[in-house]
């Protein structure tokens, strides 16, 4: 056991390490540098030796190899570096976004987590007719989608049109150290939108992975004795069935989890919402390498985590695992 | 009980949790809709770009970063609308009889946000600081001084090494004034986050990727001009339809962005809404590689520009939007000329002549023009993937180019990969690797006559298509020599002739700028002559009523409180269900 552990964790090491060369040097191969975000817009008619002058300032003068070890040695002592766009420290960049994304994904996660599963036991359970295959067919269409389109069709209808919700942002800046109620409920309209964007075009994985794992758990010897128990159709379904249906679904549903701290780029960019995915987009555009190298880092981290906290949950929710 | 009756339970069970589902959904609508209705009277300025903490060393772009630094700090002169430079902090000032020497004398009673008297000692201390580090505009503007000296409070004394017929303008009314208290002592100064100003308006609040906060400065100096709204906000949108439908649906005032052609006649049709047009010195051109054979001929050139049509391109892809393009590059609004070259007119025939003569002929009857040597001819238009106009525009070109018989290949890239391959690291003396590329300057370039010298000359920093011309390059060495404001104009006209027929570059338009905003809200915007609305002009006038500040900020929490909410709210759901079952 303690043998599993320790190469487990190697390869995670190994992994990480991977991640942070691929971080560190993917972004510095493409096209175009960040002078102009160091040095504004004006760079062009800075003096040679004036853009130079900045280039060593940020450290970019130097060998890929050795800006590297530096990076390496930086991270080593807590330091994800200062972002050349924002002139801040990446960490609390981070900080400051990681909440709403994480407000934003997980939310959108767990919804799209229990409808899915709703949907595709219910459509499992009615497999070959029309239900099936509508509920099929309609959460398919959803899928595939374009992102910034429901995006857009959902702003036109709800925010432009009807203005049920708000269009922008996550907050509406007068209402924040105010009448708290109230700025909880403007939070979470602001949330609506983007929420059922991300709801609409994630609920196909979970409906399609609970289908599935459903229709092979309704040919189990026990669900044909509790329905001979004359149960309900719902107990049968969603309690006997729905709940050993379920062991594939708690595994997409840990890895999403992990990639739900990269956020969701398309959403947060139309939506104005002051995310990771927004985020990580704006330095590539403006080739902040320590911000992209810190956010992709962060959600490395988190997908490790979450992989290894679903290697520990799996056998409490799937006894036949423990007993391997 | 009967199995019929457990199933109308069941039906009448699951119909009262629909309908409460229901109502909780219209109450959350109706205490959000109460609550944002209690929204106090401020300014609501929606911003394209995240312009970090807007000091004038962290701020990010020329527009819309650049203007809303200048609310929050003060100039010596100012730009007005007719973008001439007037006395604005200077009560007056006088000029040695060899215009080497500047003495100017500060309005009494100005003072920073933070309440420190603003001194001539500030003004000293800006101009060296600012000479000493470089970012943006500030350290090329202040070229050309030697010293500037406070010889009292008020006054301060500046002296040239050489006579700058543009002084006013830049750096008078270009360089802004930083505190001292603030600045003393910072050897890195994109780390300051004390966007402390004498402006108008003072930043108060900024939430990183949310918005802005600015409110009046309730001291400001100027007797006439004062702070025109109490209180800015303003909130990042990054996408283009989303600025344009908050801007229908009211949650917004007003938007940095351009309103595209085809979006003008939709927002200035929609009640409650006002679309201000104006031109724009803004130039999108094709770019030409002329180090490249076979575009270092100034004949493959000519045939080029002879098969672009410009004013099909205004009336297609501007919807007569726009200015003509100017051989001559310069816009013919500026100010520093009289009139400028016309557009040349689309003629087929005069290419395939040009193209003849320098050997470019179709030998293989495939349609298309061989080089000289008989080897296949092909050139690429490399062009900004994210900006649809200059893809459509590509397009249309690389047609007409084809129909002139040089195959030509429309490459549409990130704008990033674009900016690399037409200027590597913004540095003309680093290469070019590139034919043709739709690009673009910004109204910058043509407000200052000297930027003309940094386009056109051989050695211009902004001349990224290795252009080099003996005749062009006297014209533009003269443009340095100029000691009066008013000589400038027979040097630029002459400088724009010249270069028309080189064709350096095809400048296709000026295009005209539109911004949509709710006169309900404000309406004191002053369209700048060549830049647009979003200027300090706009926003100072006579004083009208307007919110104040609102409480204090607690949104760093605000996420995990809701966050707790939610996770609060599925956790009782999860144990009431449990223990149900």
Request: glycine content about 8%; aromatic content about 8%.
């Given at each position: 056991m303690r043998g599993r552990i320790g190469s487990q964790l190697v390869q995670y090491l190994v992994l990480i390490f991977l991640t942070l060369a691929l971080n560190f040097f993917l972004p510095r191969a493409m096209p175009g540098n960040p002078l102009s975000r160091l040095a504004g817009e004006d760079v062009a008619l800075m003096s040679p030796e004036a853009r130079q002058e900045l280039l060593v300032r940020?450290?970019?003068d130097r060998p890929l190899a050795v800006q590297f070890g530096i990076f390496l040695r930086s991270l080593a002592q807590g330091d994800l570096g200062y972002s050349f766009q924002r002139n801040a420290s990446v960490a609390s960049i981070i900080a400051e976004r990681l909440p709403w994304t994480l407000l934003l994904t997980t939310t959108a996660l767990t919804l799209q987590t229990l409808i899915g599963v709703m949907l595709g036991g219910w459509a499992a359970w009615r497999r070959g007719g029309s239900a099936d295959y509508g509920t099929m067919a309609a959460v398919m269409l959803c899928r595939s989608m374009p992102s910034f389109w429901i995006a857009m069709i959902l702003l036109a209808i709800f925010g432009a049109e009807l203005r049920w919700f708000p269009m922008f942002g996550a907050f509406k800046p007068w209402l924040v150290g105010g009448d708290s109620l109230a700025a909880v409920v403007d939070v979470l309209r602001h949330l609506a939108l983007p929420v059922t964007s991300m709801v609409v075009l994630g609920t196909a994985e979970t409906f399609m992975t609970m289908r599935y794992s459903m229709l092979d758990v309704l040919g189990e010897d026990y669900v044909r004795t509790a329905r001979a128990k004359g149960l309900r159709e719902a107990v049968v379904l969603y309690k006997h069935a729905g709940r050993n249906a379920l062991l594939p679904v708690a595994t997409v549903f840990m890895l999403s989890l992990g990639f739900a701290v990269g956020g969701a780029t398309v959403i947060e960019t139309v939506f104005a919402y002051p995310g990771m995915g927004r985020l990580m987009y704006e330095a590539v555009l403006g080739r902040d390498y320590p911000l992209l190298q810190g956010t992709f880092l962060v959600i490395t981290l988190a997908v490790i985590a979450a992989n290894i906290v679903a290697d520990l949950l799996y056998p409490l929710v799937d006894p036949r695992v423990r007993s391997t | 009980m009967t199995q019929g009756g457990l199933e109308m339970v069941s039906r009448s069970a699951r119909g009262r949790r629909w309908v409460g589902l229901v109502t909780v959904l219209i109450v959350l609508a109706g205490i959000g809709t109460a609550a944002s209705g209690a929204e106090p009277p401020q300014l609501r300025i929606g911003i394209h770009t995240e312009e970090g903490w807007m000091t004038p060393y962290s701020y990010v772009t020329g527009y819309p970063g650049l203007p809303f630094v200048r609310m929050i700090y003060d100039t010596l002169f100012i730009m007005n609308a007719e973008r001439t430079p007037v006395p604005w902090m200077v009560r007056e000032y006088s000029t040695s009889e060899d215009g080497l020497t500047w003495t100017l004398k500060l309005h009494e009673g100005i003072e920073f946000h933070d309440g420190t008297p603003l001194t001539s000692a500030d003004v000293a201390f800006s101009y060296t600081f600012m000479t000493l580090h470089g970012h943006g505009p500030w350290q090329r503007s202040l070229r050309g001084i030697k010293s500037v000296e406070a010889t009292d409070e008020h006054t301060v004394v500046i002296q040239l090494e050489r006579v700058l017929p543009l002084f006013k303008q830049v750096p008078l009314a270009e360089v802004v004034i930083i505190p001292r208290h603030v600045w003393e002592g910072v050897t890195d100064p994109k780390t300051i986050t004390d966007a402390t100003g004498s402006g108008p308006y003072r930043l108060v609040e900024y939430q990183s990727g949310q918005f802005y906060r600015l409110e009046a400065h309730p001291n400001y100096f100027h007797a006439e001009q004062k702070p025109s709204v109490a209180s800015i906000i303003v909130p990042f949108i990054p996408d283009a339809t989303t600025m344009f439908m908050a801007l229908k649906a009211g949650e917004i005032d007003m938007g940095t962005r351009d309103v595209p052609p085809e979006m003008v006649?939709?927002?200035?049709?929609?009640a409650g809404l006002k679309v201000e047009r104006g031109p724009s010195y803004v130039s999108t051109l094709l770019a030409i590689n002329n180090q490249r054979p076979p575009f270092n001929q100034v004949d493959f050139r000519r045939a080029l520009e002879l098969v672009v049509d410009v004013q099909y391109l205004v009336d297609i892809i501007r919807l007569g939007q726009a200015t003509i393009g100017s051989p001559g590059f310069v816009h013919p609004m500026s100010p520093w000329?009289?009139?400028?070259?016309?557009a040349v007119k689309q003629d087929f025939a005069a290419a395939a002549r040009l193209l003849d003569g320098l050997g470019f002929t179709d030998r293989n009857g495939d349609g298309l023009r061989e080089d000289p040597q008989g080897n296949r001819f092909q050139q690429t238009i490399i062009t900004s993937a994210e900006r649809p106009e200059r893809v459509r525009v590509a397009q249309i070109i690389g047609d007409w180019?084809?129909?002139?018989?040089?195959?030509t290949?429309?490459?549409?890239?990130?704008?990033?990969?674009?900016?690399?391959?037409?200027?590597?690291?913004?540095?003309?003396?680093?290469?070019?690797?590139?034919?043709?590329?739709?690009?673009?300057?910004?109204?910058?370039?043509?407000?200052?006559p000297l930027n003309l010298w940094e386009v056109l000359h051989t050695r211009g920093t902004l001349n990224v298509g290795a252009f080099s011309d003996p005749a062009v390059d006297a014209i533009a060495e003269r443009l340095l020599g100029v000691t009066n404001r008013d000589d400038f104009r027979p040097v630029v006209e002459e400088l724009a002739r010249t270069t028309a027929g080189k064709v350096p570059f095809i400048t296709l338009w000026y295009p005209d700028n539109s911004y949509a905003y709710?006169?309900?809200?404000?309406d004191g915007w002053v369209y700048v002559r060549g830049l647009g609305i979003l200027d300090k002009l706009s926003l100072i006038g006579p004083v009208v009523a307007g919110g104040g500040p609102v409480g204090p900020v607690g949104a760093r929490s605000l996420p995990w409180i809701v966050l707790a909410v939610v996770l609060a709210g599925a956790g009782i759901v999860v144990a009431r269900r449990k223990r149900r079952s």
């Open positions: 940020h450290g970019l | 006649a939709d927002l200035a049709g929609t000329v009289a009139a400028v070259p016309e180019f084809k129909q002139a018989g040089l195959d290949v429309v490459q549409a890239m990130e704008h990033t990969t674009v900016q690399a391959r037409v200027w590597p690291d913004f540095d003309v003396t680093k290469g070019r690797d590139y034919d043709l590329a739709v690009w673009g300057w910004s109204a910058g370039v043509q407000e200052n709710r006169p309900e809200a404000h």
